[in-house]
């Protein structure tokens, strides 16, 4: 296992529930990143926060909110999610961002949207 | 733009045959080169990278991957495939020059045979 650890690591919602998604690296990084991985398309990159502050949004809906207290910890607050969010979202870390240095991928968080 | 193409949804080999897992790549700068595997039910693990230097890389479980510029590819390789090597392959890359933003393939599964 990486030094990425997410929780939950499964999550049946309805679409009007509010729930956040936790993620946590042990590694010493100071970028965290969100992707949203469906199924037969390439993960899509969400979020970027490069020592705590935000530096990409890549036009992800406003009902997907991100939090970086700290570099350590990553949370993604949800609310009135649509069917069509169901997939896996990962988090990653990196050294940070702009480095040559390869992300780690936590195991991610099965979301279904009922 | 950046982008990256795996060509091939799935490759079928026998175990103790040789594999490859074919990427090619196209960005406007130099290329920093990864390749990424999935088990199931786990987030994306790090195989091995090219940033720079010897165009054959050595990555890890027995995997390498050679870097041909002038073929855009970055190829995955292993001379004797394991059944354990069953899994999801990605292959990314980011442009070395203005941008930092990793973009995924759409994967590869990898099928061994016993």
């Known amino acids: 296992e990486t030094g990425v650890t997410q929780t939950p690591r499964h999550l049946v919602m309805g679409m009007t529930n509010k729930k956040s998604l936790k993620c946590e690296q042990h590694l010493g990084h100071n970028a965290m990143y969100w992707y949203k991985q469906s199924a037969k398309k390439p993960l899509e990159l969400m979020f970027v926060y490069n020592f705590k502050e935000q530096t990409e949004n890549n036009s992800v809906p406003s009902r997907f909110s991100p939090e970086c207290p700290n570099s350590s910890h990553l949370f993604l607050h949800l609310h009135t999610l649509q069917p069509e969010d169901s997939a896996l979202y990962l988090c990653a870390s990196s050294q940070e961002q702009g480095a040559a240095g390869e992300q780690f991928f936590g195991p991610g968080t099965r979301l279904t949207v009922l | 733009a950046q982008s990256v193409a795996q060509p091939e949804d799935q490759v079928n080999v026998a175990e103790g045959n040789p594999l490859t897992v074919k990427c090619t790549y196209s960005?406007?700068?130099?290329?920093?080169l990864f390749w990424y595997v999935q088990y199931p039910n786990r987030g994306l693990q790090f195989l091995l990278k090219y940033i720079t230097g010897d165009n054959l890389v050595k990555g890890s479980y027995g995997f390498e991957a050679e870097f041909n510029k002038s073929q855009t590819s970055f190829h995955l390789k292993k001379p004797s495939a394991l059944v354990s090597d069953s899994a999801l392959y990605f292959c990314a890359v980011r442009d070395g020059g203005d941008t930092d933003k990793l973009i995924f393939g759409t994967g590869t599964r990898l099928q061994v045979f016993p």
């Open positions: 960005v406007s700068g130099n290329p920093y």
